[in-house]
């Protein structure tokens, strides 16, 4: 027999291989991979009522130890290095900005080779004569209720147009031009900031999102979150102990506080969740648009197998106060059902709109 000494002739045109004019409705190979874990079948309330505190500490280790086993031990127990801090103004308008408010920058480090930073807006003090927030960390020591506010791309992206000092790489004319579309939010709360209350609201991203984005395209960034994997992490696992990171990093920053509220939205709802069941002293949560579309999830190892993303929900209000919004009622209606229970012993979930 001859020597094969060329590639394979090609005997059909790719269109000639197509079986079907369109998928069909049932079809199932797109998502094949959702099936490759059944879910776990959710604890029923009757089980959650009869002993809520083993039922919720058995949550939390299971959670800790199933999920985000790869949280560094000895990192965590310290408290973070805080690197520096830094002025940071805004674009807002004279008419919309109290003129009371001043901005800082605090650097710390989530864990060796992980620099984060986090914006912190709090009442200038009288004798902040100058007006530019020099006196800026010692006035942080005089905080005593903070609400950090745990962004997304897309909030960073409405953020930065407010921030001179975003890192975000856009340039005047940009930032102007999205200044409108900013983050109504962030701009609502910076203006109940009174002046000679004790109070701070945060802005902060973790890691690969905002200012934190790995450099790469979107290819880059699939590769970037793969590689957690191989050390038994996920990015969005630790991106939760980012956010446990920056509430310890201000409770060191700000040691007289008393109250911590943490607040997000979109795809850093879930996360805030989490970072609120293991955050200790979080005195109130409020997620807004609570995800349910499966790619808007976030990634958390075998998560799927010991819990639901409901019960994680009933676990929060079991721990502080919650302020939840979300389309799918499947959602909302366990944590629901617990909290019109008068065996519940945690607190009550309110709904977004009722506030």
């Known amino acids: 027999e001859e020597m094969v000494d060329k590639t394979a002739t090609k005997f059909f045109e790719p269109p000639q291989l197509k079986v079907f ?4 409705n049932d079809e199932c190979n797109t998502s094949i991979d959702e099936d490759f874990v059944p879910q776990v079948a959710a604890t029923s309330a009757d089980q959650i009522l009869q002993n809520q505190a083993d039922w919720s500490n058995s949550a939390v280790s299971r959670i800790r130890r199933h999920c985000f086993a ?12 805080i690197s520096g801090t830094a002025p940071v103004t805004t674009n807002i308008g004279s008419t919309d900005k109290p003129e009371h408010v001043h901005g800082l920058r605090l650097q710390f480090v989530s864990e060796p080779f992980v620099p984060l930073s986090a914006d912190i807006y709090f009442s200038k003090t009288a004798d902040d004569k100058d007006g530019n927030g020099s006196n800026g960390d010692a006035q942080l020591k005089t ?24 890192g975000s790489g856009s340039s005047d004319a940009e930032r102007s031009s999205a200044a409108p579309a900013a983050s109504s939010e962030f701009q609502q709360q910076l203006k ?26 979107e290819r880059k960034q699939i590769q970037i979150r793969r590689r957690f994997q191989l050390i038994g992490a996920t990015a969005d696992g630790m991106r939760v102990f980012d ?23 979109g795809t850093s709802d879930w996360l805030t969740l989490a970072a609120a069941v293991f955050a200790p002293k979080v005195n109130s949560v409020t997620v807004r648009d609570l995800p349910t579309e499966r790619d808007q999830l976030p990634e958390w190892l075998n998560f799927d197998r010991i819990f ?7 676990l929060a209000m ?18 629901n ?14 709904e977004a709109g009722e506030r």
């Open 192 to 217: 109940d900031l009174q002046s000679g209350i004790d109070a701070a609201l945060v802005v902060f991203c973790p890691r690969g999102i905002g200012p934190h984005r790995w450099v790469g395209d």
């Open 70 to 81: 790869a949280w560094p031990e000895e990192t965590g127990q310290k408290a973070p290095r």
């Open 337 to 350: 059902v617990l909290a019109a229970d008068r065996r519940w012993t945690g607190r009550t979930v309110v």
């Open 308 to 314: 639901t993303f409901p019960e994680l929900l009933a």
């Open 21 to 24: 004019d369109s998928l069909p």
């Open 243 to 265: 956010i446990l990171r920056a509430v310890r990093t201000l409770h060191t920053a700000c040691p007289n506080t008393q109250n911590i509220s943490l607040s997000a939205s």
């Open 318 to 335: 079991h721990r502080c106060t919650v302020t939840a919004e979300s389309d799918d009622n499947s959602i909302m209606e366990p944590a």
């Open 143 to 166: 905080v005593k209720q903070f609400t950090l506010l745990v962004m997304d791309d897309q909030q960073w992206s409405r953020y930065a147009a407010l921030s001179t000092d975003s």
